[in-house]
């Protein structure tokens, strides 16, 4: 007696196209497929291109383990970062998934959080995986990594965080100053003559390279004397900033640079509130570009974007280049930002 199973439909299972299958197709030995697909050996593009477009045509998917016994290679790279928000971890990882991925590396994100102990614990893992170099990554840049990333034995770059002191490393890091300096003469060029900097704690490296670069072009300017006030970096420390700067004797700012958006966001309210337009009474610019606030901000929020996928794309090809073998210059790379233009601060004249 039949128990039906005679007639449950069996799909016919594919057999996965091998090398061999790429050059008989291709009309070449499995040696010069092999070569072909591995960009090696000396063959005529013409013959290179021809093996490629078969192995694409039938659907071939190369063995990552042969592969990696091949160019003793695992095709992994870590990325250890502390910013548990991800605020800005997220944008680097982003970068270098873009660049590492079009290689055919894949990329792990593992958090050290601020323990040395579960640092060393991810850094031992990933020398286990055999990983072919690994990426650091932090929630500010003059806050190191709990863990010794030094004399590993594989290539290993810094995004975003600055290295650890006298180490011969390669670092890529935002220009703060460059970034507060766009922001600064964008104010200029629309006119603005008391522009105040209403910044983060004093604590924080970068609140002193944006604050010395907003006194630079005010001075270069000859304009009104700086005025810097640094608090938390929040929506309620820009409320009472403006608290502070309109409820004093005295003139008035029309402009406000902030040291992050959500600062701005505060005192875009905080404006409102007092019934002052923005930007028609007060201009305001932010520093961050983080979308999520400048895009809500009414009006929306001019800001600085520090181009961290831009930056983790840089230190994502600058592993590859390491991991074959290239020579890369040591040191710390400062990669410019850019100014994003919304309506709390509109375009100067003619631009």
């Known amino acids: 007696m039949s128990d039906g199973s005679d007639n449950v439909f069996q799909p016919a299972r594919r057999r996965p196209v091998t090398l061999r299958d790429v050059a008989e197709t291709a009309g070449v030995s499995v040696a010069t497929a092999s070569k072909a697909l591995n960009d090696q050996g000396r063959m005529t593009v013409e013959t290179r291109t021809r093996i490629r477009s078969v192995a694409l045509q039938l659907g071939f998917r190369p ?21 548990t928000y991800g605020r800005f971890s997220l944008p680097v990882m982003a970068g270098v998934s873009e660049a590492l991925l079009d290689n055919g590396v894949s990329v792990f994100l593992c958090n050290v959080e601020d323990d040395p102990r579960l640092g060393q614990m991810h850094v031992d893992a ?8 690994i990426i650091a990554s932090g929630k500010r840049l003059d806050r190191h990594l709990p863990v010794d990333l030094s004399n590993l034995g594989i290539p290993v770059i810094y995004a975003f965080t600055n290295p650890d002191p006298d180490t011969n490393a390669i670092a890529f890091v935002s220009d703060d100053a460059g970034g507060a300096r766009l922001a600064v003469e964008h104010f200029v060029a629309l006119g603005r003559q008391r522009i105040v900097h209403v910044t983060g704690p004093e604590t924080f490296e970068v609140v002193h390279q944006r604050a010395g670069a907003y006194r630079a072009v005010l001075a270069e300017q000859g304009m009104a004397p700086p005025r810097v006030l640094m608090g938390a970096w929040s929506e309620g420390w820009g409320h ?16 406000v640079f902030c040291g992050n958006d959500q600062i701005a966001r505060g005192v875009v309210d905080a404006l409102r509130e007092r019934g002052l337009r923005v930007p028609d009474d007060v201009g305001v ?3 961050d570009n983080w979308e999520i606030v400048a895009a809500a901000t009414r009006p ?27 020579p890369v210059e040591p040191g710390i790379r400062k990669l410019p930002c850019r100014l994003v233009v919304r309506q709390s601060c509109g375009r100067p004249p003619g631009d």
Not at 63 to 83: C, E, H, I, K, P
């Open 63 to 83: 063995n990552g383990l042969a592969q990696s016994l091949l160019r003793r290679r695992s095709f992994t790279v870590g990325l250890l970062t502390n910013d």
């Open 126 to 133: 990933m020398l286990e995986k055999r990983v072919d170099g």
């Open 240 to 255: 009472q900033a403006v608290a502070k700067l309109f409820d004093a004797p005295g003139e008035k700012p029309d402009a």
């Open 285 to 287: 610019v932010g520093f």
């Open 300 to 326: 929306p929020l001019t800001t600085v974007d520090m181009n961290l996928t831009a930056l983790g794309r840089e230190a994502g090809l600058t592993l590859l280049s390491l991991v074959d073998g290239k």
